[in-house]
């Protein structure tokens, strides 16, 4: 068990690798959060993963025993609908990604293309897309190179899978990159979108924490915007790993159900 220092009141919490595996929820997470906010504490769940809406993720999460509601739930794709409506970004979008990304791109006002389309999109949204195609990606890069506003959800290389890793979004990203010739802005951890959304949110913390698995997205993005950093065992870090870490995390936990609200 470990207890975090008294000024912290908030705590923004990865999802995957910490409060479930996949489908599999992480036994003891769904308990702490539940403390954590009986203590009278806030948290934000925080996922870079932009395939499902926040609706199917408080469904999910409730199914495990944990009731949040939409202010408690901040993806990648919501940031991207913040962002695009921050921007007064219109036109027409080629949306490669799941649900979650579509509704971002719906809800911010954009109109979005067809797979099949002589439209040039004039902005290109890429996430993850289990059903990813080499014709996409020419419609993409095409687009690109023909001026799109070009913005990815998220940039992570691999997701995890209950057999091992898969190709990402960033596995995706990377190769309409490649053929674009340039590079997207990505929304997601550790990058400024989700961080800086995700620190409106918890507006007027004395002080806040983030619990994430991996440390280039969950630990980074809290170490940039100085907030302390833990690393929970229980996703795709394991301990030998953690231990070479540098800069080592400031807390490491087994997994959440070992954390305590401050007394
Ligand atoms: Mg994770």
Known sequence: MATLNESIDALVCDLDGVVYRGNVPIP?????????????????????????????YIAKLASMGLECDTEEILTSASVTREILKRRKVTGNALVIGGEGLRAAALSAGLRTLPEQSDEIPSVVLVGWDRSFTWDKMRIAATAV????IFIASN?????????????????????????????????????????EVA???????RGIAMVGDRNDTDL??????????????????????????????DLVLQSLADLLPPQ
Do not use: Y
Request: proline residues 7%; contains cysteine; charged residues 25%.
């Open 199 to 205: 620190q409106e949110r918890l507006h007027g913390s």
């Open 145 to 148: 190179r023909a001026g799109a």
């Open 155 to 195: 940039a992570d290389a691999t997701f995890p899978a209950p057999d091992g890793l898969w190709p990402g979004a960033g596995s995706i990203l990377a190769s309409i990159e490649k053929a674009a010739g340039r590079q997207a802005e990505v929304m997601g951890k550790p990058h400024r979108p989700m961080m």
């Open 220 to 249: 980074d993005g809290a170490r940039s915007m100085g907030w302390t950093a833990i690393l929970a065992l229980s996703g795709v870090t394991d301990r030998a790993q953690a231990t070479r870490l540098s800069p080592p995390p």
């Open 28 to 56: 003891g997470a769904a308990e702490a959060l539940v403390r954590w906010r009986d203590s009278k504490r806030r948290f934000l769940l925080c996922t870079n993963n932009s395939a499902f809406t926040d609706e199917q």
